[in-house]
T-cell receptor
Framework: EAGVVQSPRYKIIEKKQPVAFWCNPISGHNTLYWYRQNLGQGPELLIRYENEEAVDDSQLPKDRFSAERLKGVDSTLKIQPAELGDSAVYLC????????????FGPGTRLTVL | LAKTTQPISMDSYEGQEVNITCSHNNIATNDYITWYQQFPSQGPRFIIQGYKTKVTNEVASLFIPADRKSSTLSLPRVSLSDTAVYYCLVGERGSARQLTFGSGTQLTVLP
């Protein structure tokens, strides 16, 4: 079974530029999560989707961050414009109905904002 | 959400048993205790989950005392490849609430 796929794995941009991250969850998983992980810290939830509905986006900085999950499968997280403090690893995870306590994480996208 | 406290780092040698303790004094009745492992440049990976007493799988054991205010993750006979960050999380199993990760425990296994 394929795991959670994320791309790109690495991204370097200059501040004020836009950037987008893509995630393909495990087939059949209807819950999708986006996390941000700063160096030396644990992952912090940004947004959670149940199918195509964003059910928890309280931690998402809505002035510059946006996300979508069209058709309830793939998801895209966007930052526009990026700031220096956005440098972090962005992790996507998914879980299925029967194993909601277990989240399956992708390898993440390491973003560097110069 | 119940807050967890765990050591920042631990060192061990190959072949030894490692015990990482997590404190969660405010754990709620419906909360489960879950541990994740994270290697560098990878996302966290589920290790084990339990509610009370002892749970064992092919990777680790989880010991939970009767008052459930703490838990201990036990890794038998660690190897160099067990060097990773270990996170203790507390929350309702199957709940809509998100998992809250702390800073975790950096375990370093030495040869």
């Amino acid at each position: 079974e394929a795991g959670v796929v994320q791309s790109p794995r690495y991204k370097i941009i200059e501040k004020k530029q836009p950037v987008a991250f893509w995630c393909n969850p495990i087939s059949g998983h209807n819950t999708l999560y986006w996390y941000r992980q700063n160096l030396g810290q644990g992952p912090e939830l940004l947004i959670r989707y149940e199918n195509e509905e964003a059910v928890d986006d309280s931690q998402l900085p809505k002035d510059r961050f946006s996300a979508e999950r069209l058709k309830g499968v793939d998801s895209t997280l966007k930052i526009q414009p990026a700031e220096l403090g956005d440098s972090a690893v962005y992790l996507c995870a998914s879980s299925g109905d029967r194993t909601r306590f277990e989240q399956f994480f992708g390898p993440g996208t390491r973003l560097t904002v110069l | 959400l119940a807050k967890t406290t765990q050591p920042i780092s631990m060192d061990s040698y190959e072949g030894q048993e490692v015990n990482i303790t997590c404190s969660h004094n405010n754990i709620a009745t419906n909360d489960y205790i879950t541990w994740y492992q994270q290697f560098p440049s990878q996302g966290p990976r589920f290790i084990i989950q339990g509610y009370k007493t002892k749970v064992t799988n092919e990777v680790a054991s989880l010991f939970i005392p009767a008052d459930r205010k703490s838990s201990t993750l036990s890794l038998p006979r660690v190897s160099l490849s067990d060097t990773a960050v270990y996170y203790c999380l507390v929350g309702e199993r199957g709940s809509a609430r998100q998992l809250t990760f702390g800073s975790g425990t950096q375990l370093t296994v030495l040869p």
